[in-house]
T-cell receptor
């Protein structure tokens, strides 16, 4: 089944403790992206990647890191999480080989930083 | 810059028709997506408009006016399962930049 898989689904952590949220897609998509979703603010892009070893900042990259060593994986790293990073996170992928290629989203990771 | 506006909430009756509007100001605009998101779930793709006009897909239709920076999603024969948030999103700059509106939460009542 074609899908984007994120792990974990839920994560509670403390301020300053490094964490990684994994994202993997099995559709051979070139493009991958991370979003955070907060009430009243909608989905905001954190980082995106057009291909292996090619990443770029989205609208809210501060406090996050990403890597794209393999086409299928695009982990999101929080080196020193803070409470304002408490949010619902979505990974998405797309072939983006044409304008109408939609984003395929993972099921989300709900992160709480205390 | 990118700016997308859509109403925060709407309520409609089962069996009725509802129109959800979206206005955008996006440099390098390519096209306009609509996604549906049920509470606690991932967004799923509904439609994409790149040319002016109406695109119909079953009970759902989407309209775009590039000159006015305006789109709407039309839902006909509303069902209770259509209660969800509807996200308007503009693609720009070679497709990889997708900016989302804050979403419209639609409640369908009996």
């Amino acid at each position: 089944e074609a899908q984007v898989t994120q792990n974990p689904r839920y994560l509670i952590t403390v301020t300053g403790k490094k964490l990684t949220v994994t994202c993997s897609q099995n559709m051979n998509h070139e493009y991958m992206s991370w979003y955070r979703q907060d009430p009243g603010l909608g989905l905001r892009q954190i980082y995106y990647s057009m291909n292996v070893e090619v990443t770029d900042k989205g609208d809210v990259p501060e406090g996050y890191k990403v890597s794209r060593k393999e086409k299928r994986n695009f982990p999101l790293i929080l080196e020193s999480p803070s409470p304002n990073q408490t949010s619902l996170y979505f990974c998405a992928s797309s072939p983006f080989d044409r304008g109408d290629s939609p984003l395929h989203f993972g099921n989300g990771t709900r992160l709480t930083v205390t | 810059g990118q700016n997308i506006d859509q109403p925060t909430e709407m309520t409609a009756t089962e069996g009725a028709i509802v129109q959800i509007n979206c206005t955008y100001q996006t440099s390098g605009f390519n096209g306009l997506f609509w996604y549906q998101q049920h509470a606690g779930e991932a967004p799923t793709f509904l439609s994409y408009n790149v040319l002016d006009g109406l695109e119909e897909k079953g009970r759902f239709s989407s309209f775009l006016s590039r000159s006015k920076g305006y789109s709407y999603l039309l839902l006909k024969e509303l069902q209770m399962k259509d209660s969800a948030s509807y996200l308007c999103a503009a693609s720009s700059g070679g497709y990889q930049k997708v900016t989302f509106g804050t979403g419209t939460k639609l409640q369908v009542i009996p």
